[in-house]
C-alpha cells in the first residue's frame, strides 16, 4: 500500500494501543497456558502480571521468560499489521511494556525487583521493536503489481463511461444538447462564409456612404481595399500597389466624367 504524509489523529492512535495491549497479553496468555500447564496448577490471570514468576532457578521461571520473549516476537507481527509503519514501531512497542510495567505495578501492589523480571522485557521490547521495523520495512518496499493496478483502472474507466452514457440517455434533453454541441462548432464557420460574401459597401458601409470614390468604385464592381476607407482615402493606404493605383484611376476618371457630363446639361 501506499504511504503519505498523516494527519495527527488521537482516536486512531489509542484505538491502536489498546488493540496492541489486548493482543499482547491474549498471547502472554495462551502461550502461558501451553507451556506453564503442566509445571503450574491452576493458572489465572495474576500470572500475567506476577513478576516473581520469572527465574532462572527453575524450570518454571524458564517457561515463564520464553512465554514472555515468545509474546515480543508475535508482537512485531502485530505491530506490522496495526502501525504499519516503521518509524513508529518503537514508541508502540514501548507503549505496550510501559503499561504492562504499570500493570505489574498496581496488580502485584509492589515494585518488580527481579533482575530477570526487567532483563527479559528488556529483551522483549528490543525484539518486538526491531523486529517490528523490519516487518514494516519489508511491507513497505514490497512491489506494487501493476497487473492489479491496470485491471482496477480498466474498470473504474468502464463505470464511470457506463455512468455517463447512461446520465445522458437518460435525462430528457440529452440528445437535443447533443446535436446542438456537434452543429455548435459550423454554426459560426457558416456566419464567417456569410460574412465573408458581403460585398465591401456592406461591410464598411459608413465610409462608403462618406466617400463618393468608394462609392464609385462599389457601383463599377471593383473591389474597395479595408485600408481605403481609413483616413486619407484610398491614395495614402494603397499608393505602393500599382493595381490599387490603377482601380483609383478607373473610379476618378468615372467619376470626373460623370460630373462633366452633369454639368454640360446643366448648362444646356
Known amino acids: 500500500m501506499l504511504y503519505g504524509a498523516t494527519a495527527w ?20 496468555g495462551v ?26 532457578h527453575t524450570l518454571t521461571g524458564w517457561l515463564a521468560v ?6 515480543a ?38 515494585f518488580p525487583l527481579s533482575l530477570v523480571w526487567w532483563g527479559t522485557n528488556a529483551c522483549g521490547l528490543l525484539l518486538m521493536a526491531l523486529l517490528g521495523e523490519w516487518l514494516c520495512v519489508r511491507r513497505e518496499m514490497a512491489d506494487i503489481p501493476l497487473s492489479s493496478l491496470r485491471t482496477r483502472g480498466g474498470r473504474d474507466t468502464t463505470s464511470a463511461a457506463g455512468a455517463s452514457s447512461a446520465s445522458a440517455s437518460g435525462s430528457p434533453g ?13 454554426q459560426p464557420r457558416a456566419s464567417i462564409a456569410s460574412q465573408s460574401k458581403r460585398p465591401p459597401s456592406r461591410e464598411r458601409g459608413g465610409d462608403v456612404e462618406r466617400d463618393p470614390l468608394l462609392m464609385e468604385m462599389g457601383q463599377m464592381g471593383l473591389p474597395v481595399s479595408s485600408s481605403a476607407g481609413s483616413v486619407g482615402g484610398l491614395g495614402g493606404a494603397s499608393a505602393s500597389s500599382s493595381g490599387a493605383q490603377a482601380t483609383r484611376f ?9 460630373s462633366s457630363l452633369n454639368g454640360g446639361l446643366d448648362n444646356s
Not at 489523529?9 to 502472554?28: E, G, H, K, N, R
Not at 508475535?74 to 504499570?102: N, P, Q
Not at 440529452?174 to 459550423?186: C, I, K
Request: hydrophobic share 55%; charged share 10%; with cysteine.
Open 66 to 71: 520464553g512465554a514472555n520473549l515468545g509474546t
Open 174 to 186: 440529452g440528445a437535443a444538447r447533443t446535436g446542438s454541441s456537434s452543429a455548435g462548432p459550423s
Open 250 to 258: 478607373l473610379a476618378e476618371s468615372r467619376l470626373q466624367g460623370r
Open 73 to 110: 516476537l508475535l508482537g512485531a507481527v502485530y505491530l506490522m499489521w496495526i502501525v504499519e509503519r516503521a518509524k513508529r514501531c518503537l514508541d508502540f512497542a514501548s507503549t505496550v511494556y510501559l503499561l504492562h510495567f504499570v500493570f505489574v505495578w498496581a496488580a502485584g501492589r509492589s
Open 9 to 28: 489523529d488521537p482516536v486512531l492512535i489509542i484505538a491502536q494501543i489498546a488493540a496492541l495491549q489486548c493482543l499482547f497479553y491474549l498471547t502472554l
Open 31 to 56: 502461550l502461558q497456558a501451553v507451556m506453564l500447564a503442566s509445571t503450574v496448577g491452576s493458572l489465572s490471570a495474576m500470572h500475567l502480571f506476577e513478576w516473581q514468576l520469572l527465574g532462572v
